[in-house]
């Protein structure tokens, strides 16, 4: 048997393998999978909102005609 036929058969055996892993575990990422369920958070005790405090503002620069 020579190495070419070794290699030849190694790497079929090899190729078998990854095929089989990647049908066991099927496809990457989200295509193929259900949907992960929302986990909304739980209201803190029904307490009322604070309001928001507006986002502190810098100076206002108005651009001024050339004469």
């Given at each position: 048997?020579?190495s070419?036929s070794?290699?030849?058969?190694f790497?079929?055996?090899?190729?078998a393998i990854v095929?089989?892993v990647?049908?066991?575990?099927?496809?990457?990422?989200?295509?193929?999978?259900?949907?992960?369920?929302?986990?909304?958070?739980?209201?803190?005790?029904?307490?009322?909102?604070?309001?928001?405090?507006p986002?502190?503002?810098?100076?206002?620069?108005?651009?001024?005609p050339n004469?």
């Amino acid at each position: 048997m020579s190495s070419e036929s070794v290699g030849g058969i190694f790497g079929a055996v090899v190729a078998a393998i990854v095929l089989a892993v990647a049908v066991v575990f099927g496809p990457i990422g989200q295509y193929g999978k259900p949907p992960k369920p929302k986990i909304e958070p739980a209201p803190a005790a029904m307490a009322p909102a604070a309001p928001v405090a507006p986002a502190p503002r810098g100076p206002v620069i108005r651009e001024v005609p050339n004469q």
